[in-house]
C-alpha cells in the first residue's frame, strides 16, 4: 500500500480513536434508522452538521437566516442585524400574493449600493434597505427558465415554449415564435454536457442576450409512458442514440436596444457541438468552444455580436481520443486583453493565460494535480483564486496564483476539502471546510494577510449514535503503478477475529469520484446503515474516474468497464487479504453506471460475487445518448468491437448469484430498454434475476422514495447474502 500524506495518516488514527470508542458506550446509545440516514427521511435534516448560510454584499459579508439578514465584521467576526423578515415585509407592503416567507436566499446585487433582492415563485423585488422603500419589481417570476440580468433588470425567460424578454419596466418581447417540443429555445442543449447547465447568456452591460436555439424534430422520440393517468398515456422523450441523428443547435443574439435577433454565422452546425458561450467585458464580442460529433477538435472562435459574423479561431486543441471542454474563458477583470482558459492538454487541468489575439502569455499552473474550479480574482495582487487537489489527490484546497509571478500561495490550513466563495474584490473568502474528523468548519479569511474568523465549528450531529469506523487508504491499480484510494466502513464494534459479510458499493464512471478527505471520508449515509447491520462497505475509486488527470480517466476510451473492472478485482483481492472478510458472502452494489458495473461484474466474475443490485444501470451503450455515449466509446458503427465486448446481453447467461435490476419507470437517462432487453436476454439463457420498478420516478428516486429503496436494497442483502 502506498504511504499517505502525514496528515491522512494521523487522520485514520485519529478516526480510530474516535469510532472505536462506541465499545466502551452504554447500550442507551441510538441506532440509526434510514429515516435518519436518507436525505428522503423525516429525520436527516437534523442528522446534518450545523450550517450558516452566507452570501457576499460586494465585500462585505452577510448572513442570512430565515427571520434576519445580518453583517459580519471582516476584522472581528461580530454579527450586527442588517433587517429582519418583518422589516421586508413590511417595506414591501406585502400582501398573501407576494409574501416574503424567509430571507435565506437574499441576495446583494450591486456591491455599492443598499439593495437586496427577495421574493418567491410570485414575486421578485428590490428593496433599498437605507430608505426602505421597493425600487423594482418584475412582472414574469416563477415562468421556466428564469434569467434575470442585474444590470439593466431585464428578464429572459420561456413560457409556453417562446421565448420572452422582459425589460426593466416590464414590457414584453417576444424572441420566438416556433418553439415546440421540437424547436427548444433559452434552455440547455446536448444533453447538458460539456458543462452546459442553461439555455440563456447575458452580456456584461444587460443589452444582449445569448441564446440557445435547438431544433431536435429529426431526433427519435423514445416512448415513455405515464401510469397515473385513468388510461396510461404516452409522453414520448427526444433521446439522441449513440450513432443515430442528433439535434441540431444555433445561438442566437438578442438586442434589446433595436428589439432585433441574429444567429452566429457558425457555417453547418450539423453534428457540431457549441459550448461554454462569454462575453467580452465590452459586450461587443461573444466566445464559444466548437467541437466537432467526433469530440476530437475543439476550437475557441469569437463572433462579433452585432452581426453574427465570425472573427476569430482564437485556439484549438485536438485529441486522438477526445477532448471535453468544460468551462467558458474569464477575462482578467483588470485587462480586458487577457483571458484565462482551462486545458488539460498537458495531461492535467491547468490555467494557461491568453490574450485577445489568441496568443498564449503563459501556463499559470501545472504540475501532476488538477485545477477543480476558479473561484474569483484578487485586484489589488493580481492573482487568481482557485480550488486544487495539488496537496493531496482526495483533498481540494484554496490557491492564489500571481498572474505576473506564477507564484502559488495555499491560502487555507493544507487539509481536508475547502469550499471558498469569494468577495466581489478577491480580497476576501468565506471557507467551507470539512475532513475526515471534522463534521464541518467555516472561516472567514482575508486573502492578503491570511488572517482567519472562525464563524462557526459544527458539532457532531451524530453524537450519541453507534457510529461505523471510517478509514482510507490505498492499492495498486492492474497496471501494477498507479494509486487507487478506497474507503472502508466497518461496525461500531467491529472484531478482527471474526469474518463478515462484505459488500463493494461502485460507482466507477468519469466525471464523479467516491473517496474523498470529507467527513466520514465522504461516506454515503447508506453504508452506516449497513455497517449498523454488521455489514463491511468496501468502496474503490477506479481508473476513469474524476480528479485525477487527463490518461487517467481516458484509460477506459472506447471499453468502458473493462479497465475499471480489472482495478475492482484488484480491491476484491485486496478484501481477500483481509482475515475478516468472508469472500464467500460478497455482495455488490451500484446506480447508473455503478449498475453497469455491478451487472458487468457479477457476469464477468460470477464465482466471486454472490449478491448484487444494479439500480438504473447501462446494459449495452448502443442505447446510451450521444454526447456522452460517444465520447468515451466513438459510434457503434466505429468501434463495434468495443460495444460488443461491453454490451451485457450476451453475458445474461453467466448469471450465477442473485441479482436484483432496479430502475425508475420514467428514467429519461438510462431509458427502461437497457433494462427490459437485459430481462428478455435473461430469459432467453434460462437466468433469473429479479426486477423491481418504481413507477413514475427518473432516474433517480426522489423524496421519501428515496427511503423505501434504500430499504429495498438492505432487505435483498439481508436476505441473500447474511
Known sequence: MMKIKHWVALAILSLFTVYLSPLTM???????????LNYGGKNYRNLQPQNLWLTWWGDQLIQTDIEECYTIDTQTGKKTTLFTLDDINKWAKS????????????????????????????????????????????????????????????????????????????????????????????????????????????????????????????????????????????????????????????????????????????????????TNIAWSPDSKTIYLFELDRDQKDCQLVSYDAATGEKKAALYRETSDKYVEPLHPIQFLPWDATKFILQSQRDGYNHLYLYNV?????????????????????????????????????????????????????????????????????????????????VPRNIDLVEVKTAKTQRLLTAEDPWKGYQQP?????????????????????????????????????????????????????????????MAQKGYIVFILDNRGSENRGRDFEQATFRQLGQIEM????????????????????????????????????MLNYPDVFKVGVAGGPVIDWKWYEVMYGERYMDTPQTNPEGYEKTSLLAKAKNLKGKL???????DKTVVPQHC??????????????DFFVYPGEPHNMRGHASVHLHERITQYFEEYLK
Not at 452504554?26 to 435518519?36: G, K, P, V, W
Not at 437586496?116 to 414575486?123: D, E, L
Not at 500571481?402 to 487555507?412: E, F, M, S, V
Not at 455488490?588 to 461484474?601: D, K, N, Q, Y
Request: with cysteine; net charge negative.
Open 357 to 437: 489575439k489568441g496568443e498564449l502569455v503563459k501556463q499559470l499552473t501545472r504540475g501532476a494535480w488538477v485545477v477543480q474550479e476558479v473561484l474569483g480574482f484578487n485586484e489589488q495582487q493580481k492573482s487568481i483564486l482557485y480550488a486544487s487537489n495539488e496537496v493531496h489527490p482526495l483533498q481540494r484546497n484554496t490557491y492564489s496564483v500571481h498572474i505576473a509571478t506564477g507564484k502559488r500561495t495555499l491560502l487555507d490550513n493544507g487539509r481536508g476539502s475547502h469550499h471558498a466563495m469569494v468577495s466581489g474584490s478577491g480580497y476576501y473568502f468565506y471557507d467551507r471546510y470539512t475532513a475526515p474528523d
Open 469 to 529: 469506523i471510517f478509514e482510507s487508504g490505498s492499492i495498486k491499480a492492474a497496471d501494477g503503478e498507479t494509486n487507487l484510494y478506497y474507503r472502508m466502513v466497518k461496525p461500531h464494534d467491529f472484531d478482527a477475529t471474526k469474518k463478515y459479510p462484505t459488500v463493494v458499493y461502485v460507482y466507477g464512471g468519469p466525471h464523479a469520484h467516491n473517496v474523498e478527505a470529507t467527513w466520514h471520508w465522504h461516506s454515503r449515509s447508506w453504508e452506516t446503515y
Open 660 to 666: 436484483q435490476i432496479i430502475t425508475g419507470y420514467n
Open 95 to 274: 400582501d398573501d400574493t407576494k409574501y416574503v416567507r424567509h430571507l435565506m436566499n437574499a441576495t446583494f446585487p450591486y456591491p455599492d449600493k443598499p439593495i437586496v433582492a427577495v421574493g418567491n415563485r410570485k414575486a421578485y423585488v428590490l428593496i433599498d434597505f437605507q430608505t426602505k422603500e421597493v425600487i423594482w419589481q418584475d412582472s414574469i417570476s416563477g415562468q421556466e427558465a428564469n434569467d434575470w440580468n442585474s444590470t439593466s433588470r431585464a428578464t429572459a425567460y420561456v413560457e409556453d415554449h417562446q421565448l420572452f424578454v422582459a425589460d426593466h419596466q416590464g414590457k414584453k418581447h417576444q424572441l420566438s415564435t416556433d418553439g415546440s417540443r421540437d424547436i427548444v429555445y433559452g434552455q440547455s442543449v446536448h444533453r447538458n454536457e460539456f458543462g452546459i447547465e442553461k439555455g440563456t447568456f447575458w452580456s456584461p452591460d444587460g443589452q444582449r442576450l445569448a441564446f440557445y436555439r435547438m431544433d431536435q424534430s429529426m431526433v427519435t422520440d423514445y416512448p415513455q409512458v405515464e401510469v397515473d393517468t385513468r388510461i396510461a398515456t404516452h409522453e414520448p422523450d427526444k433521446y439522441p442514440m449513440a450513432g443515430e441523428t442528433s439535434h441540431i443547435v444555433a445561438v442566437g443574439i438578442y438586442d434589446i436596444n433595436t428589439d432585433q435577433t441574429i444567429y452566429l454565422q457558425t457555417g453547418d452546425p450539423t453534428d457540431r457541438y457549441f
Open 676 to 689: 427490459l432487453a437485459f430481462l428478455k436476454a435473461c430469459i432467453e439463457a434460462g437466468t433469473q434475476p
Open 566 to 601: 480489472q482495478d475492482q478485482m484488484k480491491g476484491v483481492d485486496y478484501l481477500r487479504s483481509l482475515p475478516y472478510i468472508d469472500m464467500d458472502r460478497l455482495g455488490i452494489h451500484g446506480w447508473s453506471f455503478g449498475g453497469f458495473m455491478t451487472i458487468s461484474l
Open 26 to 36: 452504554s447500550a442507551q446509545d441510538r441506532l440509526f434508522t434510514l429515516e435518519d
